[in-house]
């Protein structure tokens, strides 16, 4: 299983990104899929997630009505679109996937190679 995560890139406080995740393999609607971010000097915190259905969807709270996790129509690829960026989202991305859904990245078991966000204030 190989995921593929891309989108990431300068932009200014306030505005918005979008950020993709392609799976490798066709079993992705199997997966509930997670991004998550680290920022220099902290931990690996949790971002988003969402199940292989969709019916469930979870944000870390500094990101709710912010950020919106979705998955595209062929299940493969799922999306994260940041609107509002703040200086404190700045880290660099990752998406991950298992077979159920959940906040706590010790429970996903693959990863992708993570993409930079730097919001400059």
């Known amino acids: 299983v190989q995921l593929q995560a891309s989108g990431g890139g300068l932009v200014q406080a306030g505005d918005s990104l979008t950020l993709s995740c392609t799976l490798s393999?066709?079993?992705?609607?199997?997966?509930?899929m997670a991004w998550f971010r680290q920022a220099p000097g902290k931990e690996r915190e949790f971002v988003a997630a969402?199940?292989?259905?969709?019916?469930?969807?979870e944000y870390e709270d500094s990101v709710k009505g912010r950020f919106t996790v979705s998955r595209g129509r062929s299940r493969n690829t799922v999306y994260l679109q940041m609107s509002s960026l703040k200086a404190e989202d700045t880290a660099v991305y990752y998406c991950?996937?298992?077979?159920?859904?959940?906040?706590?990245?010790?429970?996903?078991?693959?990863w992708g190679q993570g993409t930079l966000v730097t919001v400059s204030s």
């Open positions: 393999e066709r079993t992705f609607n199997m997966y509930a």
């Open positions: 991950a996937a298992d077979k159920v859904v959940g906040t706590d990245a010790i429970f996903y078991d693959y």
């Open positions: 969402i199940s292989w259905s969709g019916d469930t969807i």
